[in-house]
């Protein structure tokens, strides 16, 4: 049976998520801010949680009804059919959120639908449970859908050092893929904090699945098939000549981004050294992607600094680089035009730690 399954994607990336996905073989039916839309059954949930680098999380889209008032929802929320997608013995909780609709208190139709599948179906209602149902009222139409992932699927399981200002790997991901990568180039990293970038380029090329070590809220779900998700998760790792390159002037960083990839699988992929951007070096590789994630004043660092910081980092990029593509990800337009490198026309900005950035690109240099 085919349902609506739900996407969220980091604002502004939106139609990439919806690129990788198509290109996985999904179903995709829309795209609408903050999220990219399938269709398909509970399959491609655990695929999309498994394969898709971009998604935040994945959401199913379990049933829709009108309530115009508390007693209203009541009842339809005990009619509903819980048992096909619940389990009796896993604890649930509930969050609902309402718009423009006669039913205004959220917390009272929280209490309503969890106190609905409670008595009806009998599965414990838990602050901190593994299943949780969202209820959205707008227009006083209820949706319902079920957050088949738990954990945000950043979390992978491999990076336990973090660093300053760590970019999400799902972000990272995204942003790799909107710059062209396809898992096909080496990719260096002149200020490469945790390592995101450069792993996550690894993982890409040695087709690494995101979620391979992870759990995932689904396992808890009603007509969850183990052996087939085991069957799904067996996917043989590509053989890649291909390197990543990572460099920071920080040796706690260097080496925090070392066993990170060791984590990931991908040590043997992945060379991390210490360096400052002045000293950054060309591999011995064919070109490829040079992506950086420097500090920007929002964040870190001192702006009248950063000017400086990053035209040393594009006369070096110039200099050094030449026939390899530039991604760089700031908040401020300023600290681009200050590489003096060719950025392509930007596109929208993109929500990064409360923070509005804007990834710039370039052609071959």
Same mark, same amino acid.
């Given at each position: 049976?085919?349902?609506?399954?739900?996407?969220?994607?980091?604002?502004?990336?939106?139609?990439?998520?919806?690129?990788?996905?198509?290109?996985?073989?999904?179903?995709?039916?829309? +795209?609408? @801010?903050?999220?990219?839309?399938?269709?398909?059954?509970?399959?491609?949930?655990?695929?999309?949680?498994?394969?898709?680098?971009?998604?935040?999380?994945?959401?199913?889209?379990?049933?829709?009804?009108?309530?115009?008032?508390? !007693?209203?929802?009541?009842?339809?929320?005990?009619?509903?059919?819980?048992?096909?997608?619940?389990?009796?013995?896993?604890?649930?909780?509930?969050?609902?959120?309402?718009?423009?609709?006669?039913?205004?208190?959220?917390?009272?139709?929280?209490?309503?639908?969890?106190?609905?599948?409670?008595?009806?179906?009998?599965?414990?209602?838990?602050?901190?449970?593994?299943?949780?149902?969202?209820?959205?009222?707008?227009?006083?139409?209820?949706?319902?859908?079920?957050?088949?992932?738990?954990?945000?699927?950043?979390? *992978?399981?491999?990076?336990?050092?973090?660093?300053?200002?760590?970019?999400?790997?799902?972000?990272?991901?995204?942003?790799?893929?909107?710059?062209?990568? +396809?898992?096909?180039?080496?990719?260096?990293?002149?200020?490469? /904090?945790?390592?995101?970038?450069?792993?996550?380029?690894?993982?890409?090329?040695?087709?690494?699945? @995101?979620?391979?070590?992870?759990?995932?809220? $689904?396992?808890?779900?009603?007509?969850? %098939?183990?052996?087939?998700?085991?069957?799904?998760?067996?996917?043989?790792?590509?053989?890649?000549?291909? *390197?990543?390159?990572?460099?920071?002037?920080?040796?706690?960083?260097?080496?925090?981004?070392?066993?990170?990839?060791?984590?990931?699988?991908?040590?043997?992929?992945?060379?991390?050294?210490?360096?400052?951007?002045?000293?950054?070096?060309?591999?011995? %590789?064919?070109?490829?992607?040079? $992506?950086?994630?420097?500090?920007? =004043? =929002? *964040?870190? /660092?001192?702006?009248?600094?950063?000017?400086?910081?990053? /035209? !040393?980092?594009?006369?070096?990029?110039?200099?050094?680089?030449?026939?390899?593509?530039? /991604?760089?990800?700031?908040?401020?337009?300023?600290?681009?035009?200050?590489?003096?490198?060719?950025?392509? @026309?930007?596109?929208?900005?993109?929500?990064?730690?409360?923070?509005?950035?804007?990834?710039?690109?370039?052609?071959?240099?």
């Amino acid at each position: 049976m085919a349902f609506e399954i739900f996407l969220v994607a980091p604002p502004g990336l939106e139609t990439v998520l919806a690129d990788e996905a198509r290109a996985a073989g999904f179903t995709v039916t829309g +795209t609408l @801010p903050g999220g990219v839309t399938l269709e398909g059954g509970w399959p491609d949930v655990w695929r999309a949680n498994l394969s898709l680098r971009g998604a935040t999380r994945v959401l199913a889209r379990i049933g829709t009804f009108r309530a115009f008032h508390l !007693a209203q929802l009541d009842k339809r929320a005990r009619k509903f059919d819980w048992a096909s997608v619940l389990r009796p013995d896993v604890p649930v909780r509930v969050e609902a959120s309402t718009k423009r609709s006669k039913i205004y208190h959220a917390g009272a139709a929280t209490q309503r639908i969890e106190r609905a599948i409670g008595e009806e179906l009998g599965a414990p209602i838990a602050a901190d449970a593994p299943v949780q149902i969202k209820a959205r009222i707008d227009d006083n139409l209820v949706t319902l859908s079920v957050d088949t992932s738990g954990e945000s699927l950043h979390k *992978r399981g491999h990076k336990l050092f973090t660093g300053k200002a760590p970019m999400r790997e799902t972000l990272a991901s995204l942003m790799l893929r909107a710059c062209g990568y +396809t898992g096909a180039e080496p990719v260096l990293d002149p200020m490469c /904090g945790s390592g995101t970038f450069p792993i996550e380029a690894a993982e890409i090329a040695a087709g690494l699945l @995101p979620g391979r070590d992870r759990g995932f809220a $689904f396992e808890h779900l009603a007509g969850f %098939d183990a052996a087939a998700f085991a069957a799904m998760k067996d996917v043989p790792r590509r053989d890649t000549a291909l *390197r990543f390159y990572g460099s920071d002037r920080d040796a706690g960083a260097v080496r925090g981004a070392t066993e990170n990839a060791e984590r990931a699988g991908v040590g043997a992929l992945t060379r991390f050294t210490r360096a400052p951007v002045s000293e950054v070096a060309r591999p011995d %590789d064919p070109p490829g992607l040079v $992506f950086i994630n420097p500090p920007y =004043g =929002g *964040r870190i /660092g001192d702006r009248k600094l950063l000017f400086g910081l990053h /035209g !040393a980092l594009g006369t070096v990029l110039r200099e050094r680089f030449a026939g390899w593509r530039v /991604g760089l990800v700031t908040n401020d337009g300023g600290l681009a035009k200050a590489t003096g490198l060719p950025f392509l @026309p930007p596109g929208p900005p993109i929500a990064h730690g409360g923070l509005k950035v804007t990834l710039y690109r370039t052609d071959p240099l």
